[in-house]
């Protein structure tokens, strides 16, 4: 599914040419299907066909392979440059390398990892060098919770703090109870549409790996609930320097409409979940949700 996201805003970027797409477990007329039609962000606006060992968007070909071995997806006969590993299972630099004994260039990998550099967006990507071949992008909770901690970090820093993220259902979880995938985590075998599951997250303590200060400093748990799409971050935190609720809307606010516009948001209207779904930014600041009991100890959400 994230294959499938990510393409569709691939074929929306100017500056960007999706010209092949690896996926062993399903037809190339059953992954038309799976792209033209999405049951959160709906039909895409375009036309999507089947072609010779391709699909056809928009009427262009784009090729289609079906390998389980990375090292044999002829990437660069496709001429493909960059990589997006969207499977959840090779998340480790060497892992992952195996793309590029494909003929790409480079590999993001679309998980944390284990010992690839990691990077969120508005946050610490001008670490990136050009001579790095395999990145990270880390998770989505961290994509949401790191430019909002990195803000109220540098404006008056961060003592300690928890986070909750109230999270969407993901494919890992299942419509009726039975056992989870791997047998571990017995809550989440039970059904994603009639709970509010505890689960645990490595969100917060990855924020220590992208804003290297805050590292030892945030943890976290998250709740999956029976919502399809868009997630929230509750950051419960103790700052160093002081500020009235007014200076961190203020702060914040600042933040998004300058340097981190694109990537942090801002808003003081009365919304909920729904509407932001197909919001491009990684993180929309709730001011409405905030709450402070002291100068010092302050919930955010975003």
């Known amino acids: 599914r994230i294959g499938r996201l990510v393409a569709r805003a691939a074929l929306a970027n100017p500056e960007t040419s999706l010209v092949a797409i ?7 007329d ?10 959160v962000h709906g039909r895409y606006p375009g ?17 289609v392979f079906a390998e389980r071995d990375p090292t044999q997806i ?8 960059y990589v997006c590993e969207s499977t959840g299972v090779f998340t480790t630099t060497e892992k992952a390398s195996a793309h590029i004994q494909g003929g790409c260039s480079k590999v993001i990998i679309s998980a944390p990892s284990a010992d690839a550099p990691m990077f969120v967006m508005g946050v610490n990507a001008d670490g990136y060098s050009k001579d790095m071949t395999v990145v990270s992008n880390a998770s989505c909770t961290t994509n949401c919770l790191a430019p909002l901690v990195k803000v109220i970090n540098d404006a008056y820093g961060i003592e300690e703090g928890l986070m909750t993220t109230v999270h969407a259902m993901t494919a890992t979880q299942l419509t009726v109870d039975g056992p989870s995938k791997g047998g571990k985590d017995w809550r989440g075998g039970r059904c994603a549409s009639a709970n509010i599951i505890p689960s645990s997250t490595g969100a917060a303590k990855a924020v ?12 976290g748990m ?3 609930v029976p ?20 200076e961190i809307k203020a702060t914040v606010k600042a933040a998004a409409e300058g340097p981190m516009a694109g990537v942090l948001g801002y808003t003081d209207e009365d919304v909920v979940s729904q509407d932001f779904v197909d919001d491009k ?3 929309i600041f709730d001011a409405n949700a905030c709450i402070g009991l002291t100068n010092n100890f302050v919930k955010l959400v975003s």
């Open 222 to 224: 998250a709740f999956r």
């Open 47 to 63: 036309t999507v066909e089947v072609g010779e060992n391709a699909i056809v968007v928009d009427g262009v070909s784009i090729s």
């Open 281 to 283: 930014r990684s993180s």
């Open 30 to 39: 059953y992954m038309v299907y799976l792209f033209k039609y999405d049951s």
């Open 74 to 81: 002829p990437w660069g006969a496709a001429s493909a440059t």
């Open 208 to 219: 220590g790996k992208v804003i290297p200060e805050m590292n030892g400093k945030l943890t």
């Open 227 to 246: 919502t399809a799409d868009v997630s929230v971050v509750d950051l419960t935190c103790r700052l160093v320097n002081g500020a009235s609720m007014d």
């Open 22 to 28: 690896n996926d062993p477990f399903m037809s190339i």
